[in-house]
């Protein structure tokens, strides 16, 4: 086997070996290497300590941040390659980091401390590859295995819980048994780690091609994270719009749309208020009215507690609280809930919505299809001759109504927001003297 290495990366280990110390690519690198995926980072091992990696690239500008745990970042061609003299950890008492590191000229004891056997290859040109732990063959039957005991690595770094479930997602693996039940076993471990870190894999999680599968296996790990879900799992819906429980239709909804992780999070948490909202009427047959309300709420609180930014909770909770408007090819309608909820998340919205139908039974599904693709119509026709639908798209401003002689500020907001309902319901129209002569008769009424 021959892995293509950039020349930098080559440089680096050429660097290293005419100095007399040994070189590998390691980690990810190599595993995307024999999968033919490109490469984001090459990452770069070797049996020089951190003082010697410095005096080897004393030409090159160096970042030492990692120092500390063998890592050098070295420079070339404006990019940084992280360069990690071999290693053992030490014991981890946070279940994330290890408390210390001890160096060591051995590559197989390196590779020993590392998550999973697909990650625990290392190459170079001259030795090929090392393969301790049959990492390649793992990969050839697409499996993800822990290196050893699974018990010890994922309470040695609980992160490692989700980076299996990401990897099994990303790459559409399944997940040795041994490791399977450990993921399960140790996931309130996950309790111990940052939520930043939990957000950034969680995302990755979302977006792999194996999502659906991921998220009904290990939905008692995901509970861990967003225990709003927990009520969704065995809820079943006695309507003829669904044939699934709420969870199992959250995770179609999910797999559905494409791989964003704005759009992915929706579709996750787009129910999740549907327990809440149930009324069963006298035939059996359950309503979830006013359920996409509880579900923004819900989804808010989850958000926030783990930190995604402000623009994307916003973003999220829109998109939640307007899932379930029932859409034809109405353009007043489609005009109000683009003045609420703007162009970008009005053209997400319509991806939302075709992912939820998609994922519910075919009772009347045909037609609620043929509406959604009205309302896209409709809504793309909007745009294309620019028609109004917000006030800066009124022909009459604040500054118009001024000079009518209205002054007061909330009192020119109200008129502004009264004429535009007045433009997009068509009973007037956005011509500006028909607007100051509406404005004066809307302002003549609020004051009587």
């Known amino acids: 086997m021959k892995l293509n290495i950039p020349k930098d990366a080559r440089f680096i280990i050429n660097t290293l070996n005419n100095n007399g110390y040994d070189a590998y690519v390691v980690g990810g690198c190599v595993r995307d290497a024999i999968l033919e995926i490109e490469p984001k980072d090459w990452d770069i091992t070797t049996s020089a300590k951190p003082e010697e990696i410095k005096s080897c690239f004393k030409s090159n500008h160096i970042i030492s941040v990692g120092e500390k745990h063998g890592t050098i970042g070295v420079v070339i061609n404006k990019k940084v390659y992280e360069v990690t003299t071999y290693r053992i950890d030490g014991d981890y008492n946070d279940n994330r980091h290890p408390e210390s590191v001890v160096f060591t000229d051995d590559i197989e004891k390196d590779l020993a401390r590392r998550d999973f056997t697909m990650n625990a290859m ?18 050839k039957y697409m499996a993800l295995r822990c290196v050893g005991n699974p018990d010890e690595r994922f309470n040695e770094d609980a992160l490692r819980i989700l980076r299996g479930l990401r990897f099994a997602s990303a790459y559409n693996f399944s997940i040795e048994s041994n490791t399977a039940m450990s993921i399960i076993r140790n996931r309130k471990l996950l309790n111990n780690i940052s939520m930043e870190r939990i957000a950034s894999e969680l ?23 967003i225990p709003e879900i927990v009520s969704t799992f065995d809820f079943a819906q006695n309507t003829p719009h669904h044939n699934k429980t709420v969870w199992r239709h959250t995770t179609a909804a999910v797999a559905n749309i494409e791989p964003d992780n704005l759009l992915r999070m929706v579709m996750l948490l787009h129910d999740i208020g549907k327990p809440l909202a149930l009324r069963t009427d006298e035939n059996g047959r359950d309503h979830f009215k006013g359920h996409n309300h509880f579900s923004a709420v819900l989804a808010k609180t ?8 402000t623009k994307f909770i916003e973003d999220a909770v829109t998109l939640i609280e307007y899932h379930d408007v029932r859409f034809s090819d109405s353009k007043k309608q489609i005009k109000h809930v683009m003045n609420i909820i703007g162009i970008e998340n009005f053209k997400r919205l319509m991806k939302v919505q075709k992912a939820d139908i998609l994922a519910q039974s075919k009772y009347m599904q ?35 109504l001024i000079h009518l002689g209205i002054t ?41």
């Not at 977006?207 to 008692?220: A, E, M, S």
């Open 408 to 448: 007061d500020g909330k009192t020119i907001g109200d008129i502004l927001e009264i004429l535009l309902d007045n433009v997009i319901d068509e009973t007037i129209k956005n011509d500006s003297i028909d607007l100051k002569i509406k404005a004066f008769e809307i302002y003549k009424d609020i004051n009587n």
């Open 203 to 225: 995302n990755g999680i979302l977006c792999g091609k194996n999502v659906n599968f991921i998220l009904r296996r290990y939905k008692d790990v995901i509970a861990v994270l």
């Open 366 to 400: 045909d037609a609620k299809l043929k509406n959604l693709n009205l309302a896209c119509y409709t809504f793309e026709g909007i745009l294309r001759r620019n028609e109004c639908y917000k006030i800066k798209d009124l022909k009459i401003n604040g500054s118009d």
């Open 302 to 309: 989850a958000l926030k507690r783990l930190k995604y930014p």
């Open 122 to 139: 290392a190459y170079n040109d001259t030795k090929g590859l090392v393969d301790p732990f049959n990492g390649q063959l793992d990969l």
